[in-house]
Structure formats: structure tokens, C-alpha cells
């Protein structure tokens, strides 16, 4: 009887075992798919993280911010003529002003390509334009950015991705633009009349221009040849002498203005004819990527 006892309590203990055990090992796996999933995360010391640096922590930052600017953003269709629309609040205010002090050590005086080289030349100097305006001359300061130069320019990349719907190896790098007061680009086209600048990439089919700061007053962007009445606009009353001479988008700071320098059945639109008004008051900052119909190598 003693042994029958024995060996029933043994049996217990060793029932008991295996489901402590497997209890045990169903947490870890749980534990295993949270961190899989992210949903749960291990804390880290950073002083055993050399990598960690004040980049990673914007990143992160930055992702936080633009999923909650994301529930903020909205479309505005302005004209079908040129197709031009405005993405508001595009990037988050960090994004802007990282661009911006990323820029600043690298600003030199603006240049315009010419159309016989394919070489950058002084903006200052005019260049002769095929077209309707003869005139392109430029007065800002301005740099260019590596495309995919680094985590935070990749994302905004990849965001002018998936909402214009041209893959990111369709674009140049971010060019930033700085306008002083009395600044401006007279008016002109982003498409290319002639073939050299076209061997890369092909033709550009549209341009993204994100404004990284507000103007006090003026710094419009204007489209001289836009078809129709834009007088009725709300905001007409608050635009500078220039910027009633067409359809014009006022600076806001994050927002991102798209217009397309080729119509649906892949002719050039010469509606797209557009400038940056002098700036009267304040300084204008803006970043401009240029889309092509191909890849475009970099």
C-alpha cells in the first residue's frame, strides 16, 4: 500500500512538471511573437549602443509625428490646366526645419541648366527659351541633396512615391532653395526642349515643390498660363501684384505643391509655365524634386 502511494505521488509531481514546462514554454513563445510583431520591446541601454546617435532619435521622433500628420492630411485639387494639386501639411515641421539646417552649410548662388550642355551656368545671365517666355533667370541661393542620402530623406522620398505614383528611382535629389527679400524665378518650364537633358531618365514628367517655410508676403508660386478664372479664389486678396498675374500658390510651411509638366497623353503642357514671385517680406525656403518618365540615374 505504502508503495502504491509512493509511486502515485511521484506520478503527481511528474504530472505537475510537465505542465509547469509547458506552461513555460507557451509564455516564451507569446513573449517570442509580441517582440516579432513589435507590440511588446526590451528595453536598451544606449551607452552599450554606440550606433544610437541624435539621427536615430529624430527618426524616431519624426515617424511618430508624421503618423499623427498623416490623419491630418488632405488633397486640393487647384487646376486641370495645368494639373496641379496641393498636398497640405506633406511634411511635418521637423522634416522642414531639418531640411532647411541640412542645407544651410552647403548654399551657393542658384543655377539654371543650359539647354545646349547640359551644364549648370549663373542664373544670373539670360537664357534664350524656345518658347512663349524668353526669359529664365533665377536669383535665389540654393544646394542639391543626395537621393537616399540619408533614413529621413528616404521617407520623404518614399512618400512623394506612393502619392504621386512614380517610383522613387524616377527622381532627382531634393534640391533646397533659398529666396531673400526681392528674390524670384521668372517664369519657365521643368521640361526639356532639347535631347541631351532628356538621355537621362527621359522627359520630366512632373515636379513636387514642398515649402519648408511661410512668407510673410509674397513668394507666390505662379502659373502665368493656367486656363481660367482663379479671381474668385478665397485667398486672391492676400497675393502680391505678381501673384494675381495667374493661378498662385501661397507658401505654407509642409505643404507640397504637385503640377505635371506632361498632359495624360504624354505631350508637353505648356500650361505648366511657372515662377516664384519675388519675396516681399520674409524669407522663402522650398525643396523641389524633378520626376522623370524613366529611371534617372544617380
Same mark, same amino acid.
Given at each position: 500500500?505504502?508503495? !502504491?502511494?509512493?509511486?502515485?505521488?511521484?506520478?503527481?509531481?511528474? /504530472?505537475?512538471?510537465?505542465?509547469?514546462?509547458?506552461?513555460?514554454?507557451?509564455?516564451?513563445?507569446?513573449?517570442?511573437?509580441?517582440?516579432?510583431? $513589435?507590440?511588446?520591446?526590451?528595453?536598451?541601454?544606449?551607452?552599450?549602443?554606440?550606433?544610437?546617435?541624435?539621427?536615430?532619435?529624430?527618426?524616431?521622433?519624426?515617424?511618430?509625428?508624421?503618423?499623427?500628420? !498623416?490623419?491630418?492630411?488632405?488633397?486640393?485639387?487647384? /487646376?486641370?490646366?495645368?494639373?496641379?494639386?496641393?498636398?497640405?501639411?506633406?511634411?511635418?515641421?521637423?522634416?522642414?526645419?531639418?531640411?532647411?539646417?541640412?542645407?544651410?552649410?552647403?548654399?551657393?548662388? /542658384?543655377?539654371?541648366?543650359?539647354?545646349?550642355?547640359?551644364?549648370?551656368?549663373? @542664373?544670373?545671365?539670360?537664357?534664350?527659351?524656345?518658347?512663349?517666355?524668353?526669359?529664365?533667370?533665377?536669383? @535665389?541661393? $540654393?544646394?542639391?541633396?543626395?537621393?537616399?542620402?540619408?533614413?529621413?530623406?528616404? !521617407?520623404?522620398?518614399?512618400?512623394?512615391?506612393?502619392? %504621386?505614383?512614380?517610383?522613387?528611382?524616377?527622381?532627382?535629389?531634393?534640391?533646397?532653395?533659398?529666396?531673400?527679400? !526681392?528674390?524670384?524665378?521668372?517664369?519657365?518650364?521643368?521640361?526639356?526642349?532639347?535631347?541631351?537633358? %532628356?538621355?537621362?531618365?527621359?522627359?520630366?514628367?512632373?515636379?513636387?515643390?514642398?515649402?519648408?517655410?511661410?512668407?510673410?508676403?509674397?513668394?507666390?508660386?505662379?502659373?502665368?498660363?493656367?486656363? $481660367?478664372?482663379? @479671381?474668385?479664389?478665397?485667398?486672391?486678396?492676400?497675393?502680391?501684384?505678381?501673384?494675381?498675374?495667374?493661378?498662385?500658390?501661397?507658401?505654407?510651411? $509642409?505643404?507640397?505643391?504637385?503640377?505635371?509638366?506632361?498632359?495624360?497623353?504624354?505631350?508637353?503642357?505648356?500650361?505648366?509655365?511657372?515662377?516664384?514671385?519675388?519675396?516681399?517680406?520674409?524669407?522663402?525656403? @522650398?525643396? %523641389?524634386?524633378?520626376?522623370?518618365?524613366?529611371?534617372?540615374?544617380?
Amino acid at each position: 500500500m505504502a508503495k !502504491g502511494a509512493r509511486h502515485s505521488r511521484a506520478s503527481r509531481k511528474s /504530472s505537475t512538471f510537465v505542465l509547469v514546462l509547458a506552461m513555460l514554454l507557451m509564455l516564451s513563445f507569446v513573449l517570442l511573437m509580441l517582440l516579432a510583431l $513589435g507590440i511588446l520591446s526590451l528595453p536598451i541601454n544606449t551607452k552599450d549602443a554606440p550606433e544610437a546617435n541624435d539621427l536615430s532619435s529624430f527618426v524616431a521622433r519624426a515617424a511618430e509625428r508624421e503618423e499623427k500628420a !498623416g490623419e491630418r492630411r488632405w488633397t486640393e485639387i487647384l /487646376s486641370w490646366e495645368p494639373r496641379a494639386f496641393v498636398y497640405h501639411n506633406f511634411l511635418t515641421k521637423e522634416e522642414c526645419e531639418y531640411l532647411i539646417d541640412l542645407a544651410k552649410p552647403h548654399m551657393e548662388k /542658384s543655377t539654371v541648366v543650359d539647354s545646349e550642355t547640359g551644364r549648370s551656368k549663373d @542664373s544670373r545671365y539670360v537664357e534664350i527659351h524656345e518658347m512663349h517666355f524668353p526669359y529664365r533667370v533665377r536669383t @535665389s541661393s $540654393g544646394t542639391f541633396l543626395n537621393r537616399g542620402q540619408d533614413k529621413i530623406i528616404q !521617407g520623404i522620398e518614399k512618400r512623394i512615391a506612393d502619392f %504621386t505614383f512614380i517610383p522613387v528611382e524616377h527622381g532627382e535629389g531634393l534640391q533646397i532653395l533659398h529666396y531673400e527679400v !526681392g528674390q524670384k524665378y521668372e517664369p519657365h518650364y521643368d521640361y526639356f526642349l532639347d535631347k541631351f537633358n %532628356t538621355k537621362n531618365g527621359g522627359q520630366r514628367i512632373a515636379t513636387i515643390l514642398m515649402y519648408l517655410s511661410d512668407v510673410e508676403e509674397g513668394g507666390e508660386t505662379v502659373f502665368p498660363a493656367a486656363v $481660367g478664372n482663379f @479671381s474668385h479664389l478665397p485667398w486672391w486678396n492676400d497675393l502680391s501684384e505678381c501673384g494675381k498675374k495667374g493661378l498662385s500658390v501661397k507658401p505654407k510651411m $509642409g505643404d507640397a505643391l504637385l503640377f505635371w509638366s506632361m498632359r495624360p497623353d504624354a505631350t508637353l503642357d505648356p500650361s505648366s509655365l511657372h515662377g516664384g514671385c519675388s519675396v516681399i517680406k520674409g524669407n522663402k525656403w @522650398s525643396s %523641389t524634386k524633378w520626376l522623370h518618365v524613366n529611371e534617372y540615374k544617380v
